[in-house]
């Protein structure tokens, strides 16, 4: 989608007159109203949602079974499948692409690693008690990633198998992310987001957030998403809050790829009714440039949301409707 150049300047932080400012408002207004352009729904897939570096696999979760399934960018067809122990909750590659690493709802052998090539299962581990609900490879050593887990900890982990290092959290974590530059990984424990120096798993910073469930770092690594909040990475200060209706919650959020735009994702709760939604908000200002509802049925709920290596794609799954799409980034 070409954006107005009045939304565009503002979206870029540009000086803009008074008028400019009304036209880009307006032109915010009517954006918020788009739908997205799907370009395929995958059944029976309704877990966490990962894309390829390469661009041209979209990991998911079969609905209900123990399998992920990678998905071909160009129709959603199968291009493979994976076996792994209970239900697959978190799903990440590593930075060349080469392995996939799967964290799952089992209270044992919750953790997989994977070669993608050939399928191999690298190993398998009880990466934490009672769930491994989140994962993520390093940004920048190509040996290593991070879990987070219901039973308090985030680690660290070599891609061997071998424990590197056990970060006490204060509640169950729900999900991690690491800086750009592979320093600190973020994990938010019930709110409270820890800031983890990789190095020495030493604790840097306490934020307190409103969501539960979600957290990411901007691309440039200066900004804290929970998909409700943004928050000053380098002092925890609370930038601006995120406009999600009372009643509603997120569950997943990511940036675009110019980091310009939060993507969040969860459900509105009209009229006690569960409606999945998905919601871009323009990190300069936290105005909503586009809100996606009704994305499915009744009691049902975005479960993930990903932005496409190219910035181009927005992959997301639908909890209860069990199906993933792909549809267009309109940012």
Request: charged share 15%; aromatic share 6%; glycine share 10%.
């Amino acid at each position: 989608m070409t954006l107005p150049l009045t939304l565009a300047l503002a979206m870029a932080g540009c000086a803009v007159s008074a008028e400019e400012q009304a036209q880009a408002d307006e032109a915010a207004t009517a954006s918020s109203a788009l739908a997205p352009t799907i370009r395929w729904t995958a059944a029976n897939a309704g877990g966490p949602v990962a894309f390829s570096p390469d661009g041209t696999r979209l990991a998911t979760a079969a609905g209900g079974q123990e399998l992920m399934k990678l998905l071909a960018i160009g129709d959603g067809s199968v291009a493979q499948t994976l076996a792994v122990e209970g239900s697959p909750d978190a799903a990440a590659y590593s930075r060349d692409g080469a392995l996939l690493a799967v964290g799952t709802s089992a209270f044992n052998q919750n953790l997989s690693l994977f070669r993608v090539a050939t399928g191999q299962l690298v190993f398998q581990t009880t990466g934490h008690n009672n769930a491994t609900t989140s994962v993520q490879f390093s940004p920048t050593n190509p040996n290593q990633f991070a879990t987070g887990g219901r039973d308090r900890n985030t680690k660290i982990w070599n891609i061997d198998g071998t424990l590197v290092r056990t970060m006490r959290d204060s509640l169950r974590v729900l999900a991690i992310a690491y800086s750009p530059d592979g320093a600190t990984i973020a994990s938010n424990s019930g709110g409270n987001v820890h800031l983890w120096r990789v190095s020495d798993g030493t604790l840097l910073r306490t934020i307190v957030a409103t969501n539960v469930f979600a957290v990411a770092y901007s691309p440039d690594g200066t900004l804290i998403s929970t998909g409700t909040q943004l928050f000053n990475a380098a002092t925890g200060a609370l930038v601006r809050n995120l406009a999600w209706p009372a009643g509603g919650s997120v569950t997943t959020t990511t940036f675009t790829k110019d980091g310009r735009a939060v993507v969040a994702g969860g459900e509105d709760f009209p009229n006690n009714v569960d409606v999945p939604t998905i919601r871009y908000f323009r990190v300069a200002d936290g105005a909503t440039l586009a809100t996606f509802d009704q994305l499915g049925g009744a009691n049902a709920y975005v479960k993930s949301v990903a932005i496409s290596p190219d910035g181009r794609s927005l992959g997301y799954t639908v909890a209860t409707d069990e199906k993933t799409v792909l549809a267009a980034s309109p940012f």
